[in-house]
């Protein structure tokens, strides 16, 4: 492996800082990526490159695919491997990157700052006995995924490049390895917190809040410590109502999972409702349901009191008064989400403003739909036409019975049809990574290195509300089909 400067760094727009390296060293480690034997580019995000002020042209040249296997390390890195801690599954546990490097911060040309994080790319202090290594199907499905929450407007870290080692990584067989070059506002965990908690260090706790804050929080520096856990607290209870709005289940929202920047993270066992039903799991190790569907909004809040319990000893000096703010704010969560919720459920049916039962508007529509077992974006899809304004789009008793409703709902307000369908064909995607479609590309790709598959569904699910005349990515997987089950830790 080489860490000289490229040739020509301000040809590829590298211009990397390092704030989170000042924090106290209990925060990282020291990391060096693992020498590839052979690096070969396999997927490249252009659009993101130029965000981030990047060059795609120089970074798509053959002798700099070793920069995203971290063979060649981009001028001004400074690799390490992150610290935190966890509760996975509801148990606590000491964690930090075992499989993942930080280069650096990348600052775009409009001031903005993006971790450029190397998934995949072998052992760190952190990697407690695992080999720290990736396999090409699980990168290029973190890829896809976070591309397609990009595309529907929900907050996530996305995807710069995958790239092949030209090695292989062994877990239930033997499979080509790779790595992902992951771009986040930060990785900066609710495990982060919880690591300088336990090891009873204060003053890194409060370096490690007031960092944050001033990365993520602007007009919160000097706000207090508990202000700053309200906005915490305000940002993921936005994250889980989008993601609940897209039928979309995280799979395994541990604290070392949950983001401050308010950012989807970790793209392991997640998955889309294709039928609704808000017990849904799929997982292959979620035997409770612990990160069902319909959990994320408890567990979410559940994360956030362990936030809070980290928190203590900046909340208030006197310990009993700051378990006391932290239940009164933890109290706000539920009405802070089902607000946001709501707000964009409304949106989903059209309305613009707001009436007192529109709560139960919306229950209606979704006890129907689990009931009559019907496709979750299918159906919002289904009423977002100016036929569906008009008719019941279902030739049920029931849904005639909603719609009734619906539309007397719709005619209390000031817009017109071409406004409401306009609201809602912005808000259903008529394409979401169908779980089967997502399986059949990456099957292709990893098991006979054909792209084609893997690059079609990309284009579909990066123009999500697109009316392309395509069916192939908008109809839920054939009857008779298994039940789909996702796994961790691939």
Same mark, same amino acid.
């Given at each position: 492996?080489?860490?000289?400067?490229?040739?020509?760094?301000? +040809? +590829?727009?590298?211009?990397?800082?390092?704030?989170?390296?000042?924090?106290?060293? /209990?925060?990282?480690?020291?990391?060096?990526?693992?020498?590839?034997? $052979?690096?070969?580019?396999?997927?490249?995000?252009? =659009?993101?490159?130029?965000?981030?002020?990047?060059?795609?042209?120089?970074?798509?040249?053959?002798?700099?695919?070793? /920069?995203?296997?971290? $063979?060649?390390?981009?001028?001004? =890195?400074?690799?390490?491997?992150?610290? *935190?801690?966890? %509760?996975?599954?509801? &148990?606590?546990?000491?964690?930090?990157?075992?499989?993942?490097? /930080?280069?650096?911060?990348?600052?775009?040309?409009?001031?903005?700052?993006?971790?450029?994080?190397?998934?995949?790319?072998?052992?760190?202090?952190?990697?407690?006995?695992?080999?720290?290594?990736?396999?090409?199907?699980?990168?290029?499905?973190?890829?896809?995924?976070?591309?397609?929450? &990009?595309?529907?407007?929900?907050?996530?870290?996305?995807?710069?490049?995958?790239?092949?080692?030209? @090695?292989?990584?062994?877990?239930?067989? @033997?499979?080509?390895?790779?790595?992902?070059?992951?771009?986040?506002?930060?990785?900066?965990?609710?495990?982060?917190?919880?690591?300088?908690?336990?090891?009873?260090?204060?003053?890194?706790?409060? +370096?490690?809040?007031?960092?944050?804050?001033?990365?993520?929080?602007?007009?919160?520096?000097?706000?207090?410590?508990?202000?700053?856990?309200?906005?915490?607290?305000?940002?993921?209870?936005?994250?889980?109502?989008?993601?609940?709005?897209?039928?979309?289940? %995280?799979?395994?929202?541990?604290?070392?999972?949950?983001?401050?920047?308010?950012?989807?993270?970790? *793209?392991?066992?997640?998955?889309?409702?294709?039928?609704?039903?808000?017990?849904?799991?799929?997982?292959?190790?979620? &035997?409770?349901?612990?990160?069902? *569907?319909?959990?994320?909004?408890?567990?979410?809040?559940?994360?956030?009191?362990?936030?809070?319990?980290?928190?203590?000893?900046?909340?208030?000096?006197?310990?009993?008064?700051?378990?006391?703010?932290?239940?009164?704010?933890? %109290?706000?969560?539920?009405?802070? #989400?089902?607000? &946001?919720?709501?707000?964009?459920?409304?949106?989903?049916?059209?309305?613009?403003? @707001?009436?007192?039962?529109?709560?139960?508007?919306?229950?209606?529509? /979704?006890?129907?739909?689990?009931?009559?077992?019907?496709? #979750?974006?299918?159906?919002?899809?289904?009423?977002?036409?100016?036929?569906?304004?008009?008719?019941?789009?279902?030739?049920?008793?029931?849904?005639?019975?909603?719609?009734? =409703?619906?539309?007397?709902?719709?005619?209390?307000?000031?817009?017109?049809?071409?406004?409401?369908?306009?609201?809602?064909?912005? %808000? $259903?995607?008529?394409?979401?990574?169908?779980?089967?479609?997502?399986?059949?590309?990456?099957?292709?790709?990893?098991?006979?290195?054909?792209?084609?598959?893997?690059?079609?569904?990309?284009?579909?699910?990066?123009?999500?509300?697109?009316?392309?005349?395509?069916?192939?990515?908008?109809?839920?997987?054939?009857?008779?089909?298994?039940?789909?089950?996702?796994?961790?830790?691939?």
């Amino acid at each position: 492996m080489s860490a000289d400067p490229l040739e020509s760094p301000t +040809a +590829a727009g590298w211009n990397l800082d390092h704030s989170y390296s000042r924090l106290p060293g /209990l925060f990282f480690r020291k990391a060096a990526p693992a020498p590839a034997k $052979n690096s070969g580019l396999v997927v490249f995000n252009d =659009a993101l490159a130029v965000s981030l002020g990047l060059n795609p042209e120089t970074l798509q040249q053959p002798d700099q695919a070793a /920069l995203f296997t971290g $063979n060649l390390l981009p001028p001004g =890195a400074n690799p390490i491997a992150q610290a *935190y801690a966890g %509760h996975q599954f509801g &148990h606590f546990t000491t964690l930090g990157d075992g499989r993942a490097i /930080l280069l650096g911060e990348q600052l775009t040309p409009d001031g903005r700052r993006f971790d450029i994080q190397l998934k995949g790319s072998g052992r760190t202090a952190f990697s407690r006995g695992g080999d720290g290594l990736a396999a090409l199907g699980p990168m290029l499905r973190e890829y896809l995924i976070s591309e397609a929450m &990009h595309a529907l407007g929900i907050p996530t870290t996305r995807s710069l490049a995958v790239a092949t080692t030209g @090695e292989s990584v062994f877990r239930n067989e @033997e499979l080509p390895g790779a790595v992902l070059t992951r771009v986040a506002a930060s990785h900066i965990r609710v495990g982060t917190f919880q690591w300088a908690a336990a090891h009873e260090d204060r003053a890194a706790l409060e +370096a490690l809040a007031d960092h944050t804050r001033r990365r993520h929080f602007p007009g919160f520096e000097e706000a207090s410590h508990l202000d700053f856990f309200h906005a915490v607290m305000e940002r993921q209870a936005s994250l889980v109502a989008k993601w609940l709005q897209v039928g979309f289940i %995280h799979g395994v929202m541990n604290t070392d999972n949950m983001a401050l920047s308010g950012e989807t993270i970790d *793209y392991g066992p997640c998955a889309f409702l294709d039928r609704y039903d808000p017990t849904a799991v799929f997982s292959s190790i979620d &035997h409770a349901g612990r990160y069902a *569907y319909s959990a994320q909004p408890p567990i979410a809040r559940w994360n956030l009191a362990r936030l809070a319990e980290a928190m203590i000893p900046l909340l208030h000096e006197d310990g009993k008064k700051a378990v006391e703010l932290a239940n009164e704010a933890l %109290h706000q969560f539920e009405g802070i #989400f089902q607000n &946001h919720w709501l707000d964009g459920m409304r949106t989903k049916l059209g309305l613009s403003n @707001e009436e007192a039962d529109d709560r139960v508007l919306v229950q209606q529509l /979704l006890d129907w739909m689990h009931q009559s077992k019907q496709d #979750f974006t299918g159906t919002f899809r289904s009423l977002s036409t100016e036929a569906a304004l008009d008719q019941p789009a279902f030739p049920d008793a029931a849904f005639a019975a909603w719609h009734a =409703a619906w539309k007397a709902r719709l005619s209390r307000q000031a817009d017109g049809p071409a406004e409401i369908l306009y609201r809602m064909q912005s %808000h $259903n995607p008529r394409v979401i990574p169908r779980n089967h479609k997502v399986e059949e590309a990456l099957n292709t790709a990893t098991q006979h290195g054909d792209l084609s598959a893997f690059n079609k569904l990309l284009a579909a699910i990066t123009q999500p509300f697109a009316e392309t005349g395509d069916d192939e990515f908008t109809a839920p997987p054939p009857a008779g089909s298994p039940r789909y089950q996702t796994f961790c830790g691939t």
